[in-house]
């Protein structure tokens, strides 16, 4: 079975524009949870989406969005770009929305200039 | 807010015994995970405490006492595969519903 592929892989943007990750979970999964990670430390909740809902939320500005489609792929979207934005952005799948155990995908590593 | 405290780093032997510590703050405790990451790799989950005790999964085993927001991953058997970056996290419901928080994660390095 695939595990939770993203897209893209690497991505370079420069301040003010605007970006889209994508995450497809692990087939069965329903729920979807977005992490920011940047280097050196653990990785920090964005969203989570549970059966195309928001079940979950980080301490991220507006600028970020998200949603979740029926078939429970995801997007991750971020505007008005900052430098502070350029981490590595990593999507988890799981069952369903208690984290017992999430299965990450390999990130899009974000860059901005 | 929470937080979790679990050491930077730790340096071991081949065949050797780590422990590592975390401590946490939170409010609506759910329970406590650990993952591995190894350097460019995405996280992996190794074992998840939702009661006091220990759980053991092969070379992993990993403990928690709810009582006193502490919990612990043990390696045994250390192995040069093993070095690799371990992040607890707290599972808890917030207002906004629930939420994972990862700690700042302990780098491993074992040598010959």
């Known amino acids: 079975d695939a595990g939770v592929t993203q897209s893209p892989t690497h991505l370079i943007k420069t301040r003010g524009q605007q970006v889209t990750l994508r995450c497809s979970p692990i087939s069965g999964h329903k729920s979807v949870s977005w992490y920011q990670q940047v280097l050196g430390q653990g990785p920090q909740f964005i969203f989570q989406y549970y059966e195309k809902e928001e079940r979950g939320r980080g301490n991220f500005p507006d600028r970020f969005s998200a949603r979740q489609f029926p078939n429970y792929s995801s997007e991750l979207n971020v505007n008005a770009l900052l430098l502070g934005d350029s981490a590595l952005y990593l999507c988890?799948?799981?069952?369903?929305?208690?984290?017992?155990?999430?299965?990450f995908g390999p990130g899009t590593r974000l860059t901005v200039l | 807010g929470q937080s979790l405290e679990q050491p930077s780093e730790v340096t071991a032997v081949e065949g050797a015994i780590v422990q590592i510590n975390c401590t946490y703050q939170?409010?609506?405790?759910?329970?406590l995970s650990w993952y591995q990451q190894h350097d460019g790799g995405a996280p992996t989950f190794l074992s998840y405490n939702a009661l006091d005790g220990l759980e053991e999964t092969g070379r992993f085993s990993s403990f928690l006492s709810r009582s006193d927001s502490y919990g612990y991953l043990l390696l045994q058997e250390l192995q040069m595969k093993d070095s690799a970056s371990y992040f607890c996290?707290?599972?808890?419901?917030?207002?906004?519903?629930?939420?994972?928080?990862f700690g700042g994660g302990t780098r491993v390095l074992v040598k010959p």
């Open positions: 996290a707290v599972r808890d419901y917030q207002a906004a519903g629930n939420k994972l928080t």
């Open positions: 939170t409010s609506g405790f759910y329970g």
């Open positions: 988890a799948s799981s069952l369903d929305s208690s984290y017992n155990e999430q299965f």
